[in-house]
T-cell receptor, first 110, second 111 residues
């Protein structure tokens, strides 16, 4: 039981490049989330998915797209990366009360 | 979701109780108080949650005031491994993940 896994762990992009961050959970949770955490700050919600086939915007969705591929997988795509998107990205899933977080992806955009 | 206010930092001696306060004066009747912590740069970890009664689990205790406008997370015997950022979040159960974590309290446990 791996919990929530994220790939890659680290990534460096040039401005304008695109990439997809992958997230998978093996706990059969309906809800999944993407957060970003800038240095010295708390987590901010980018997008969430309450169930397979649905996605909704969070607090900071601009510049991102998401896909809930199936119940296990929830991906985050940066179509044209900008330096302001340099951050640590966390994926999470939840069933009732508790959220489970992945280890994060550290993204640098130069 | 109601806004929360936490002190930016606190220190605690190893082996002593750590008491972390949180103000949530605009909390609604159906909103729960959740606590998470983030050790170093890892993903946040759930600690405990409550509605209006005090709660205890193997990690911590949660004391919620009678008017529900504030709460305190208690780590009864803090260890060096409890050094982390602690987040207090208020949300309705159905929206368990749909809120920002805020800046939290950085707890430093000292030998």
């Amino acid at each position: 039981n791996a919990g929530v896994t994220q790939t890659p762990k680290f990534q460096v992009l040039k401005t304008g490049q695109s990439m997809t961050l992958q997230c998978a959970q093996d706990m059969n949770h309906n809800s999944m989330y993407w957060y970003r955490q800038d240095p010295g700050m708390g987590l901010r919600l980018i997008y969430y998915s309450a169930s397979e086939g649905t996605t909704d915007k969070g607090e900071v969705p601009n510049g991102y797209n998401v896909s809930r591929l199936n119940k296990r997988e929830f991906s985050l795509r940066l179509e044209s990366a900008a330096p302001s998107q340099t951050s640590v990205y966390f994926c999470a899933s939840s069933a009732n009360y508790e959220q489970y977080f992945g280890p994060g992806t550290r993204l640098t955009v130069t | 979701d109601a806004k929360t206010t936490q002190p930016p930092s606190m220190d605690c001696a190893e082996g002593r109780a750590a008491n972390l306060p949180c103000n949530h004066s605009t909390i609604s009747g159906n909103e729960y108080v959740y606590w998470y912590r983030q050790i170093h740069s890892q993903g946040p970890q759930y600690i405990i949650h409550g509605l209006k009664n005090n709660e205890t689990n193997e990690m911590a205790s949660l004391i919620i005031t009678e008017d529900r406008k504030s709460s305190t997370l208690i780590l009864p015997h803090a260890t060096l491994r409890d050094t982390a950022v602690y987040y207090c979040i208020v949300r309705v159960r159905a929206n368990a993940g749909k809120s920002t974590f805020g800046d939290g309290t950085t707890l430093t446990v000292k030998p």
